[in-house]
Each structure stands twice: as C-alpha cells, then as structure tokens.
C-alpha cells in the first residue's frame, strides 16, 4: 500500500533564489489512518512541512503527493489547528465551525439549503469534545482549553481525510493539555483519519503517534523514526510505565544529537 | 447607583459648568474688555440676539460636513480595501497618499475656488480631502493584520482571495473602520469651516469673519460653539454606531476601569 501523504526528498526554501534551506532532503511517508507525530529542534522546518502537505507551499525540488495525487494546489482534503486557536471573535462557536463549510465545496453551496443539518452536525460536533451546549456562546467567553477543543472542531467539521496539527496545545496548562490528549486520541480512534501531528513536546508525541519522525535542525529533515508499539486504546496511565519512560528517553537522545 | 457612579455621570457637567464660571469671574477680577474675550453670559446674549443667523448657518455648516464625510467614508473605505488587498497598490499609493495628507488643506482651498467657484462645493471637498485619510489608514490596517494561521486555514481548503476578505478581512476590519468614523467627522468639520472662512458666503465659518470683521468678537465665541456642539453631537453618533456594530470587539475592560 502506497503512502497516503508523502514527502519525497523535498528541498525548500523562503525568500527567492538566495534565502536560506528551511528543509533539504526531506522525505517522509505517512500510511492512511496514521498517527504521526515530527519532532524536532525549534526552526527544524516543521511548519513548513505542514504548508508542504497541505498545498500551501510547493518545494524547490522533491515531489509531494496526498491520497495519491501529486500536490499542486491547496489539497482541501486537510483541516488544521494552530497553537493560537484563531476562532473569529465575531462569530459564536458554533458559527466558527461553520466557517469551513462556507468555504469548502460540496458544503459551499449547499450551505443555504442545509444550513440547519451543518448546525447540528456543528453542535453534535462540539458535544463529543465536551462542549455540548457551548455552540451559543462567543469564542472570548470560553477559555482557552475550550476554545482549542473548538478550533478541533473547526478543523474536523468538513470530514477531512488528513489533520494537520501545528503544537496545538502548546499554549494550554499541562493537566488541560493531558485532557486534550485524550480528546485526539478518541477522535482519531472513532474517524480512523490520517493525523500529523508537530509538536515539541516528546510525551505528547509518545502517548499519541502510531509513529514517531525526528528531525534535524534546519534545514530540516528526517534524521530518525520510531514506530511506537504501545497497544491502544492507550489510557494517559501509559505515560508513566517504564516503556513509555525508555521511548522518550530514547527519542530525547535523538533530539539532542540533532541539535548539535 | 453608589456616590462615585453618580459623580462620574455629573462631572462632564461639573467640569463645564466650572469652567464657565471660572470664565467669567476672571474676565470680571482682570477686567477684560468684552472685544477681547467676552464672559460667557456675553456670549449668551450674542446666541439670543443673533438665533436666527447662527441657526441657519449652522445647520448649513453641517450639511457641508456631513456630505463631504459620506464622500469621505465611502471613498475611504473602498481605497482602504484597495490598499488593503494588494501589495503592490499599497506599495504605489502610500507614499502619494502620504504626501497628499501632509499638504495642508487651506492650502487647497484656492485651487478648488479656482474649478468651482466659492461656497458651497469647496467646502465640501475640503471636508472630504481632509477627512478620508484616516479612514484609509485604518481600513488597510484591519485587512494587513489578518492572522496568518487563520489565512492557512482557509486557503488550505482552498479559499481564494474574495473569499478570505469577505469571510475574515472585513469584519475584522469593521471595528478599525468605525474607530476612524470619530476621527474623520472632527476632522470633517474643521475642512468645512476653513473652507467657509476663506472662500464662502455662507456657514460658521463665514459668519465668524464677518463677526470679526464687524468686531462682533461675542458672535465669534458663539460661533465656536456651535461648532463644539455640533462636533460632540456626531462624535457621539460615531461612537454610538461603533458600539452598535462592533460590540464584540470592545469586551475589554480597559477602558471602563
């Protein structure tokens, strides 16, 4: 079976012909339905792989290819979250999730016609990340816990086939972080979508990934991989049982070598 | 309503009222001749005695403002969203619009009397040319300072350019635009009324010279405040519409502390 998003040595860089490699030699294979976590040195071309596979970038060299097909323009198979949940303080919540919906075909113009079923899937939505009954209120009235869960929603609200996540629950306190863990564990456990994951954080990485890539610092690319054989479903008590405690030892190692 | 509350809805009041009588004694203790500055209750007089000419020329002056400041919003708004939308508009148009907005406007009155004669239209266009920079400025800003991950976002679904500006660009531009509102009408009234005293026949600003020339000097001072009425009057227009339209941007409790 042939990767469902693939890097194959990709060579990028900003700012024309002179500016600096953000990734050189980048190749990265992810499987249908994966859990993938990359983590690296902060400035190792991890967000540039996120624009990578989505379409938003196209790289110097190398080829990129999504669910098969060589990527030449924004994918809009992909939903993301950022470490800022960007909720548009205008909207209520659940106008926020909508907004996908507006913008992205089918949905676009369908979205007049059935815009009470989008509301409900909207609502339904919030309530298996434990928002039920949030979908009224205005994004500044959650917290910042809340709002990230519905900044998931927003990105899962168009049923994408791959989640891109970009250190989503930096900004979060760490028992919040832990309960958001749990939140992309059960949605990706029930959609059976392909998730990449960039994160600094190794126990994040561990708990989630079906497989875990280091990179290199910049320019970026892949310096190591391991495959995370924890059985799931993994309760958040796997972080402190001696494997879990070897796997991120082990990948810390890698971590500081690529730093060097 | 506790103390504090009450005497915070009264002090711009209290602080009116004091400022009037400080006025007026002091022109009595220092014995200033009423051509030079007139005590309020002067100044009062002059209302009652010329209520028909301030009346009618201030509600000219007015309509001047408010015709050159609607020119001035829409023409603002849609440069503002020009501007805003393309970098190479912005890079070209800046620097002109710079320029422009450091020319002191008086000193285009001429030009317009010289293409449409005195009155009414040099006025208004001098209301306009100084008021719709700000707006512009403001437009722009509100577009330039979308956030880059919510860009990704929708682009990544492949949102195109219209569909960014429309989704996300404006609305959040709306509460720059409607901060600049309160700007442009005080900036409005001051092209009106210089425009008026240079090259007009009519509004406040003509009337004050005339005031002056006759040496009317307590009509001047109620000509001025005329002008301080009608000006709070729209500001507070302004500030209301920007209340009303833009609620969800002005949940801080910053400014109410």
Known sequence: MSAFVALDNVTHAYGGAGGTLAVDGLSIAVEAGEFAAVVGPSGCGKSTLMKLATGLQFPRTGAVTVAGAAVNAPVKIAGMAFQAPTLLPWRTTAENLLLPLEIVQPYRGQMRRRKAEFRERAERLLASVGLAGQGAKFPWELSGGMQQRASLCRALIHEPQLLMLDEPFAALDAFTREELWCVIRDLHAARKITVILVTHDLREAVFLADRVFVMSARPGRVVAEKRIELPRPRDLEVTFIPQFQDIVHELRGHIIKARQ | ?257
């Open chain 2, 1 to 257: 309503m506790n103390r504090t509350a009450i005497i915070v809805r009264l002090s711009p009041w209290l602080f009116t009222i004091g400022l009037l009588i400080v006025w007026e004694a002091s022109v009595h203790i220092f014995k200033i001749p009423v051509f030079f500055l007139p005590p309020p209750t002067a100044v009062a007089q002059a209302f009652v005695e010329f209520a028909g000419p301030l009346a009618r020329n201030s509600w000219i002056t007015l309509e001047t403002t408010l015709i050159g400041f609607a020119l001035a919003v829409g023409f603002g708004l849609l440069l503002g969203l020009l501007v805003g939308w393309s970098r190479t508009i912005y890079a070209g148009l800046y620097p002109l619009m710079i320029g422009f907005n450091a020319i002191p406007k008086v000193a285009v009155v001429p030009i317009l009397v010289l293409w449409f004669g005195i009155g009414f239209i040099p006025a208004v266009l001098t209301a306009f040319l100084i008021s719709f920079f700000p707006i512009v400025v403001n437009v722009a800003t509100g577009l330039a300072t979308i956030e880059p991950e919510l860009e990704d976002v929708l682009k990544a679904l492949g949102a195109s350019k219209l569909d960014i500006m429309r989704k996300v660009g404006i609305p959040r531009t709306l509460p720059y635009f409607f901060g600049s509102l309160k700007v442009a009408i005080t900036l409005a009234f001051v092209g009106s009324v210089i425009s008026e005293s240079v090259a007009s026949n009519y509004g406040i600003g003509n009337l004050m010279l005339q005031a002056q020339a006759q040496f009317q000097v307590p009509l001047i001072f109620a000509g001025l405040v005329v002008l301080a009425i009608e000006g709070i009057a729209m500001y507070a227009v302004m500030a209301i519409l920007e209340r009303r339209m833009t609620g969800w941007a002005q949940r801080s409790g910053f400014a109410q502390s």
